[in-house]
């Protein structure tokens, strides 16, 4: 499984982004899709993450309500779009698929089995 993320850039607090996450390489509709984010010095933290079907997502209370997970199953793509940014989001955030049939620990990074390349976001004040 290849992922290709994309969408990052400069915007000021308070704008939005959609991020974009491409796949190849193997049935997109058969694994759950999620997006991480490693701030600048921290450890990389959960976003979001949304089920094969896109029927279940879950999102990380720091971006609850502002941040939203969705994919397109007939373009193998996931998307996250991210809004009333702020400067606390500036990350590299990368997409990561999970193959494994159970949801638990949805949250560490180790339960995903492939990872996109990262695509920086930076919030300016």
């Known amino acids: 499984v290849q992922l290709q993320a994309s969408g990052g850039g400069l915007v000021q607090a308070g704008g939005s982004l959609r991020l974009s996450c491409a796949t190849s390489?193997?049935?997109?509709?058969?694994?759950?899709m999620a997006w991480f984010r490693q701030p600048p010095g921290k450890e990389r933290e959960f976003v979001a993450r949304i089920s094969w079907s896109g029927g279940s997502t879950v999102v990380a209370d720091s971006v609850k309500c502002r941040f939203t997970i969705s994919r397109d199953n007939a373009k193998n793509t996931v998307y996250l779009q991210m809004d009333s940014l702020k400067p606390e989001d500036t990350a590299v955030y990368y997409c990561?698929?999970?193959?494994?049939?159970?949801?638990?620990?949805?949250?560490?990074?180790?339960?995903?089995?492939?990872w996109g390349q990262g695509t920086l976001v930076t919030v300016s004040s």
């Open positions: 990561a698929a999970d193959l494994g049939v159970y949801s638990g620990n949805y949250y560490l990074p180790q339960k995903y089995d492939y």
């Open positions: 390489g193997r049935t997109f509709s058969s694994y759950a």
